[in-house]
Protein backbone atom coordinates (compact mmCIF):
# COMPACT_ATOMS: atom_id res chain seq x y z
CA UNK A 1 0.00 0.00 0.00
CA UNK A 2 2.79 2.42 1.04
CA UNK A 3 4.40 1.68 -2.10
CA UNK A 4 1.32 2.71 -4.33
CA UNK A 5 0.44 5.43 -2.31
CA UNK A 6 4.81 7.08 -3.23
CA UNK A 7 3.85 5.97 -7.01
CA UNK A 8 0.57 7.80 -6.76
CA UNK A 9 2.67 11.09 -5.00
CA UNK A 10 5.50 11.04 -7.74
CA UNK A 11 3.27 10.57 -10.33
CA UNK A 12 1.09 13.72 -9.76
CA UNK A 13 4.34 15.73 -8.90
CA UNK A 14 5.58 14.88 -12.39
CA UNK A 15 2.34 16.02 -13.88
CA UNK A 16 2.36 19.19 -11.81
CA UNK A 17 6.11 19.56 -13.24
CA UNK A 18 5.41 18.54 -16.68
CA UNK A 19 2.31 20.89 -17.32
CA UNK A 20 4.35 24.10 -17.50
CA UNK A 21 7.14 22.30 -19.64
CA UNK A 22 4.96 20.96 -22.05
CA UNK A 23 3.00 24.18 -22.04
CA UNK A 24 6.30 26.33 -22.66
CA UNK A 25 7.13 24.10 -25.52
CA UNK A 26 4.23 23.37 -27.05
CA UNK A 27 3.07 26.68 -27.32
CA UNK A 28 4.44 27.23 -30.49
CA UNK A 29 5.16 24.62 -33.18
CA UNK A 30 7.63 24.91 -35.53
CA UNK A 31 6.72 24.26 -38.99
CA UNK A 32 9.72 26.16 -40.79
CA UNK A 33 13.20 26.87 -39.89
CA UNK A 34 15.26 27.66 -42.62
CA UNK A 35 17.11 29.42 -45.01
CA UNK A 36 15.84 29.85 -48.74
CA UNK A 37 16.96 30.20 -52.29
CA UNK A 38 14.55 30.97 -54.92
CA UNK A 39 15.16 32.00 -58.71
CA UNK A 40 14.55 35.17 -59.94
CA UNK A 41 12.01 33.77 -62.69
CA UNK A 42 9.58 33.49 -59.22
CA UNK A 43 9.01 37.12 -59.84
CA UNK A 44 7.66 36.62 -63.05
CA UNK A 45 5.95 33.33 -62.25
CA UNK A 46 4.32 32.00 -58.84
CA UNK A 47 5.32 28.31 -59.77
CA UNK A 48 8.86 29.21 -59.38
CA UNK A 49 8.36 31.27 -56.17
CA UNK A 50 8.94 29.26 -52.79
CA UNK A 51 5.10 28.35 -51.58
CA UNK A 52 4.74 27.36 -47.86
CA UNK A 53 1.49 25.18 -47.32
CA UNK A 54 -0.15 25.60 -43.44
CA UNK A 55 -3.94 24.78 -42.37
CA UNK A 56 -5.50 27.27 -39.22
CA UNK A 57 -8.19 25.82 -37.17
CA UNK A 58 -10.56 27.97 -35.09
CA UNK A 59 -8.42 30.86 -32.84
CA UNK A 60 -5.27 29.52 -34.14
CA UNK A 61 -2.62 31.40 -35.77
CA UNK A 62 0.83 31.64 -37.68
CA UNK A 63 4.25 33.48 -36.79
CA UNK A 64 6.32 34.28 -39.69
CA UNK A 65 10.17 35.78 -39.47
CA UNK A 66 11.07 36.69 -42.37
CA UNK A 67 14.50 37.92 -42.82
CA UNK A 68 17.01 38.81 -45.84
CA UNK A 69 20.58 39.80 -45.45
CA UNK A 70 22.28 39.49 -48.91
CA UNK A 71 23.36 42.27 -50.96
CA UNK A 72 21.20 42.88 -54.55
CA UNK A 73 18.45 40.83 -53.10
CA UNK A 74 14.46 41.80 -52.85
CA UNK A 75 12.64 39.56 -51.17
CA UNK A 76 8.47 39.93 -51.14
CA UNK A 77 6.27 38.06 -49.24
CA UNK A 78 2.59 37.75 -49.65
CA UNK A 79 0.29 35.26 -48.23
CA UNK A 80 -2.56 33.75 -50.05
CA UNK A 81 -5.57 32.07 -49.41
CA UNK A 82 -5.15 27.85 -50.94
CA UNK A 83 -7.67 28.94 -53.12
CA UNK A 84 -5.97 31.97 -55.15
CA UNK A 85 -2.73 30.29 -54.65
CA UNK A 86 -4.25 27.19 -56.80
CA UNK A 87 -5.71 29.81 -59.35
CA UNK A 88 -2.67 31.76 -60.00
CA UNK A 89 -0.54 28.51 -60.00
CA UNK A 90 -2.34 26.90 -62.92
CA UNK A 91 -2.32 30.28 -64.74
CA UNK A 92 1.12 30.74 -63.74
CA UNK A 93 0.54 34.59 -63.07
CA UNK A 94 3.17 37.27 -61.61
CA UNK A 95 3.13 36.94 -58.20
CA UNK A 96 3.24 40.84 -58.09
CA UNK A 97 -0.42 40.49 -60.28
CA UNK A 98 -2.48 38.24 -57.73
CA UNK A 99 -5.46 40.27 -56.48
CA UNK A 100 -6.36 38.87 -52.83
CA UNK A 101 -3.47 38.91 -50.74
CA UNK A 102 -4.33 38.42 -46.79
CA UNK A 103 -4.06 40.86 -44.53
CA UNK A 104 -1.31 40.38 -41.38
CA UNK A 105 0.29 42.89 -38.18
CA UNK A 106 3.48 42.85 -38.22
CA UNK A 107 5.14 44.28 -35.33
CA UNK A 108 8.63 46.65 -34.72
CA UNK A 109 9.99 46.36 -31.42
CA UNK A 110 11.43 48.74 -30.27
CA UNK A 111 12.51 49.27 -26.23
CA UNK A 112 10.98 51.67 -24.07
CA UNK A 113 8.04 53.08 -26.47
CA UNK A 114 5.13 52.69 -24.48
CA UNK A 115 3.22 53.08 -27.87
CA UNK A 116 2.45 50.04 -27.97
CA UNK A 117 -0.06 50.17 -30.80
CA UNK A 118 2.07 52.15 -32.83
CA UNK A 119 4.67 49.48 -33.51
CA UNK A 120 2.40 47.21 -34.59
CA UNK A 121 1.04 47.79 -38.60
CA UNK A 122 -1.67 46.02 -40.88
CA UNK A 123 0.06 45.43 -44.40
CA UNK A 124 -0.61 42.14 -47.49
CA UNK A 125 3.29 42.78 -48.33
CA UNK A 126 6.92 42.88 -46.55
CA UNK A 127 9.49 44.00 -48.69
CA UNK A 128 13.39 43.52 -47.56
CA UNK A 129 16.07 44.75 -49.77
CA UNK A 130 19.45 43.84 -49.06
CA UNK A 131 19.08 43.54 -45.91
CA UNK A 132 15.48 43.15 -43.30
CA UNK A 133 13.48 41.71 -40.72
CA UNK A 134 9.84 41.43 -40.42
CA UNK A 135 7.81 39.46 -37.75
CA UNK A 136 4.20 38.67 -38.91
CA UNK A 137 1.22 37.61 -37.23
CA UNK A 138 -1.28 36.29 -39.44
CA UNK A 139 -4.54 34.44 -38.53
CA UNK A 140 -6.58 34.95 -41.85
CA UNK A 141 -7.31 38.28 -41.93
CA UNK A 142 -7.18 41.30 -39.89
CA UNK A 143 -9.72 44.39 -38.48
CA UNK A 144 -7.14 47.55 -37.47
CA UNK A 145 -4.58 46.19 -35.88
CA UNK A 146 -6.19 43.59 -34.38
CA UNK A 147 -6.13 39.91 -36.27
CA UNK A 148 -9.42 38.54 -37.51
CA UNK A 149 -9.59 34.95 -36.76
CA UNK A 150 -10.32 32.82 -40.67
CA UNK A 151 -9.68 29.10 -40.08
CA UNK A 152 -8.68 27.45 -43.59
CA UNK A 153 -6.19 26.67 -45.98
CA UNK A 154 -3.17 29.41 -47.15
CA UNK A 155 0.10 29.64 -47.90
CA UNK A 156 3.07 32.12 -47.74
CA UNK A 157 4.74 32.83 -50.85
CA UNK A 158 8.01 34.63 -51.66
CA UNK A 159 9.65 35.86 -54.69
CA UNK A 160 12.06 38.40 -55.60
CA UNK A 161 14.44 39.86 -57.42
CA UNK A 162 18.30 40.19 -57.84
CA UNK A 163 19.81 42.76 -59.02
CA UNK A 164 23.18 41.39 -59.31
CA UNK A 165 23.88 40.97 -62.98
CA UNK A 166 25.30 36.82 -63.10
CA UNK A 167 23.69 35.97 -59.51
CA UNK A 168 20.04 35.72 -60.07
CA UNK A 169 19.48 33.23 -56.81
CA UNK A 170 17.27 35.36 -53.78
CA UNK A 171 18.92 33.97 -50.49
CA UNK A 172 16.08 34.40 -47.30
CA UNK A 173 15.01 33.02 -44.54
CA UNK A 174 11.87 31.80 -42.78
CA UNK A 175 10.77 30.85 -39.09
CA UNK A 176 6.86 29.68 -39.39
CA UNK A 177 5.68 28.68 -36.13
CA UNK A 178 1.62 27.74 -35.63
CA UNK A 179 -0.44 28.03 -32.30
CA UNK A 180 0.07 24.59 -30.69
CA UNK A 181 -1.72 22.28 -27.89
CA UNK A 182 0.76 23.68 -24.83
CA UNK A 183 -1.67 25.75 -22.76
CA UNK A 184 -4.29 23.39 -22.62
CA UNK A 185 -1.97 20.51 -22.31
CA UNK A 186 -0.42 22.62 -19.12
CA UNK A 187 -4.00 23.27 -17.79
CA UNK A 188 -4.92 19.22 -18.36
CA UNK A 189 -1.93 18.07 -16.87
CA UNK A 190 -1.95 20.94 -13.35
CA UNK A 191 -5.48 19.84 -13.24
CA UNK A 192 -5.22 16.21 -13.45
CA UNK A 193 -1.75 16.24 -10.98
CA UNK A 194 -3.39 18.49 -8.64
CA UNK A 195 -6.59 16.20 -8.68
CA UNK A 196 -4.30 12.89 -8.28
CA UNK A 197 -2.12 14.78 -5.08
CA UNK A 198 -5.53 15.63 -3.49
CA UNK A 199 -6.95 12.10 -3.69
CA UNK A 200 -4.48 10.38 -2.64
CA UNK A 201 -4.16 12.59 0.44
CA UNK A 202 -7.36 12.30 1.25
CA UNK A 203 -7.01 8.45 1.05
CA UNK A 204 -4.45 8.44 3.25
CA UNK A 205 -6.19 10.18 6.23
CA UNK A 206 -9.18 7.89 5.79
CA UNK A 207 -6.89 4.75 5.55
CA UNK A 208 -5.22 6.68 8.60
CA UNK A 209 -8.28 6.92 10.86
CA UNK A 210 -9.67 3.57 9.88
CA UNK A 211 -5.97 1.52 10.84
CA UNK A 212 -5.55 3.37 14.29
CA UNK A 213 -9.51 3.02 14.89
CA UNK A 214 -9.75 6.71 15.64
CA UNK A 215 -12.84 8.76 14.50
CA UNK A 216 -12.68 12.22 14.10
CA UNK A 217 -15.00 12.83 17.58
CA UNK B 1 -45.06 -5.74 29.00
CA UNK B 2 -43.10 -5.26 25.86
CA UNK B 3 -40.35 -2.62 26.02
CA UNK B 4 -40.09 -0.39 23.17
CA UNK B 5 -36.58 0.84 21.94
CA UNK B 6 -36.07 4.13 20.75
CA UNK B 7 -32.38 5.00 19.01
CA UNK B 8 -31.72 8.23 20.30
CA UNK B 9 -30.62 10.85 17.59
CA UNK B 10 -27.78 12.94 17.40
CA UNK B 11 -29.73 16.02 19.01
CA UNK B 12 -30.59 13.98 21.60
CA UNK B 13 -27.18 13.00 22.73
CA UNK B 14 -25.89 17.12 22.39
CA UNK B 15 -26.11 17.90 25.80
CA UNK B 16 -25.08 15.01 27.01
CA UNK B 17 -21.70 15.19 25.90
CA UNK B 18 -19.07 14.23 28.64
CA UNK B 19 -16.68 16.20 29.20
CA UNK B 20 -13.50 14.83 27.56
CA UNK B 21 -16.02 14.69 24.58
CA UNK B 22 -17.37 18.47 24.91
CA UNK B 23 -13.56 19.33 25.26
CA UNK B 24 -12.85 17.78 21.97
CA UNK B 25 -15.94 19.38 20.16
CA UNK B 26 -14.56 23.31 21.53
CA UNK B 27 -10.59 22.04 20.38
CA UNK B 28 -12.24 21.07 17.05
CA UNK B 29 -14.66 23.97 16.68
CA UNK B 30 -11.65 26.09 16.89
CA UNK B 31 -9.75 24.19 14.24
CA UNK B 32 -12.13 24.54 11.57
CA UNK B 33 -12.77 27.84 12.33
CA UNK B 34 -8.77 28.98 12.59
CA UNK B 35 -8.54 26.74 8.81
CA UNK B 36 -11.79 28.64 7.25
CA UNK B 37 -10.42 31.91 8.84
CA UNK B 38 -6.96 31.96 7.69
CA UNK B 39 -8.88 30.85 4.09
CA UNK B 40 -10.85 33.87 4.52
CA UNK B 41 -7.76 35.71 5.07
CA UNK B 42 -5.81 34.80 2.01
CA UNK B 43 -8.81 35.07 -0.17
CA UNK B 44 -9.14 38.63 0.95
CA UNK B 45 -5.08 39.43 0.70
CA UNK B 46 -5.26 37.92 -3.36
CA UNK B 47 -8.41 40.29 -3.85
CA UNK B 48 -6.63 43.52 -2.07
CA UNK B 49 -3.56 42.65 -4.39
CA UNK B 50 -5.10 41.97 -7.62
CA UNK B 51 -4.17 45.54 -9.39
CA UNK B 52 -0.88 45.34 -7.69
CA UNK B 53 -0.34 41.69 -9.78
CA UNK B 54 -1.89 43.66 -12.62
CA UNK B 55 0.13 46.25 -12.93
CA UNK B 56 3.43 43.89 -12.59
CA UNK B 57 1.74 41.48 -15.17
CA UNK B 58 1.56 43.86 -17.56
CA UNK B 59 4.95 45.33 -17.27
CA UNK B 60 6.25 41.83 -17.56
CA UNK B 61 3.85 41.87 -20.82
CA UNK B 62 5.58 44.78 -22.27
CA UNK B 63 9.07 44.15 -21.56
CA UNK B 64 8.24 40.83 -23.50
CA UNK B 65 6.86 42.75 -26.54
CA UNK B 66 9.46 45.05 -26.57
CA UNK B 67 12.22 42.00 -26.64
CA UNK B 68 10.73 40.87 -29.62
CA UNK B 69 9.26 37.52 -27.91
CA UNK B 70 6.07 37.94 -28.99
CA UNK B 71 4.34 40.35 -31.48
CA UNK B 72 1.72 42.80 -31.19
CA UNK B 73 -1.24 40.55 -31.22
CA UNK B 74 0.63 37.94 -28.64
CA UNK B 75 0.67 41.43 -26.19
CA UNK B 76 -2.77 41.90 -26.66
CA UNK B 77 -4.01 38.25 -25.79
CA UNK B 78 -1.80 38.28 -22.61
CA UNK B 79 -3.04 41.63 -21.72
CA UNK B 80 -6.79 40.28 -21.90
CA UNK B 81 -6.05 36.94 -20.08
CA UNK B 82 -4.10 39.74 -17.48
CA UNK B 83 -7.49 41.35 -17.07
CA UNK B 84 -9.66 38.40 -16.40
CA UNK B 85 -7.08 36.46 -14.24
CA UNK B 86 -7.49 40.13 -11.99
CA UNK B 87 -11.23 40.38 -12.68
CA UNK B 88 -11.58 36.63 -11.23
CA UNK B 89 -8.68 37.45 -8.33
CA UNK B 90 -11.09 39.75 -7.27
CA UNK B 91 -14.75 37.54 -7.67
CA UNK B 92 -13.23 34.51 -6.09
CA UNK B 93 -13.41 36.87 -2.81
CA UNK B 94 -17.32 36.03 -2.92
CA UNK B 95 -16.63 32.73 -3.45
CA UNK B 96 -14.17 31.63 -0.97
CA UNK B 97 -15.60 34.11 1.59
CA UNK B 98 -18.70 32.56 1.23
CA UNK B 99 -17.46 28.71 1.82
CA UNK B 100 -15.35 30.48 4.86
CA UNK B 101 -18.22 31.86 6.68
CA UNK B 102 -20.18 28.41 6.13
CA UNK B 103 -17.02 26.37 7.76
CA UNK B 104 -16.62 28.97 10.50
CA UNK B 105 -19.74 29.04 11.17
CA UNK B 106 -19.65 25.26 11.47
CA UNK B 107 -16.57 25.16 13.78
CA UNK B 108 -18.75 27.74 16.13
CA UNK B 109 -21.23 25.59 15.90
CA UNK B 110 -19.14 22.74 17.50
CA UNK B 111 -17.82 25.07 19.93
CA UNK B 112 -21.20 26.40 21.45
CA UNK B 113 -21.79 22.53 21.32
CA UNK B 114 -19.18 21.57 23.75
CA UNK B 115 -20.10 24.94 25.76
CA UNK B 116 -23.24 24.18 26.37
CA UNK B 117 -22.07 20.55 27.11
CA UNK B 118 -20.10 22.32 30.12
CA UNK B 119 -22.58 24.19 31.08
CA UNK B 120 -25.19 21.39 31.81
CA UNK B 121 -22.64 18.46 33.21
CA UNK B 122 -23.04 18.57 37.38
CA UNK B 123 -19.60 17.28 37.47
CA UNK B 124 -18.15 20.81 36.64
CA UNK B 125 -17.64 23.62 39.52
CA UNK B 126 -20.89 26.14 39.23
CA UNK B 127 -18.65 29.19 37.80
CA UNK B 128 -17.01 27.39 35.03
CA UNK B 129 -20.55 26.45 33.85
CA UNK B 130 -21.70 29.83 33.83
CA UNK B 131 -19.12 31.03 32.08
CA UNK B 132 -19.49 28.35 29.38
CA UNK B 133 -22.96 29.20 29.56
CA UNK B 134 -21.95 32.94 28.62
CA UNK B 135 -19.22 32.00 26.21
CA UNK B 136 -22.04 29.57 24.43
CA UNK B 137 -24.37 32.55 24.32
CA UNK B 138 -21.85 35.10 23.26
CA UNK B 139 -20.82 32.48 20.31
CA UNK B 140 -23.85 32.44 19.22
CA UNK B 141 -24.21 36.16 19.06
CA UNK B 142 -21.52 36.66 16.60
CA UNK B 143 -22.60 33.92 14.13
CA UNK B 144 -25.82 35.51 13.95
CA UNK B 145 -24.95 39.10 14.19
CA UNK B 146 -21.92 38.10 11.13
CA UNK B 147 -24.81 36.33 9.19
CA UNK B 148 -27.62 38.67 9.44
CA UNK B 149 -25.75 41.98 9.33
CA UNK B 150 -22.64 41.82 7.18
CA UNK B 151 -22.74 41.19 3.50
CA UNK B 152 -19.49 40.24 1.36
CA UNK B 153 -19.34 42.26 -1.45
CA UNK B 154 -16.79 42.95 -4.06
CA UNK B 155 -16.35 45.11 -7.34
CA UNK B 156 -15.15 43.86 -10.52
CA UNK B 157 -13.91 46.20 -12.78
Known amino acids: ?217 | MEKKQVKASIFDKLPLLDKNRAAKFVIYGLLIAIIFGTMMMISRSVADNSSQWADLADKENQISYWNGEYGYNDYIERQQEILRIENWMNYQDVIFMNIARIGINIGLIFCITGFLSFAVNDKIDENTRKISLIIAGLILFLIMFTTFFSGIYVAVG
Not at chain 1, 81 to 103: C, F, R, V
Not at chain 1, 165 to 171: D, K, R, S
Not at chain 1, 177 to 200: N, R, S, W, Y
Open chain 1, 1 to 217: MEKKIKILVLVSIILIILGPILGLFLNKITLVNQSFVTSETSNSDVQNATAIEFTLVKNQKVVIEFSAFTENVTANLIILSKGTYDLAYAASTPPGSISGEKYFIYSEFTFGDTNLAGQASPDDIRTITAEGYWYIEFAGGVDGDYLRYIPGDYVVIVYGTNSGGINLNIYFDLVIKIDGPGKMLETLFILIGVGLLVATMLFVTIEYLKKTGRGLL
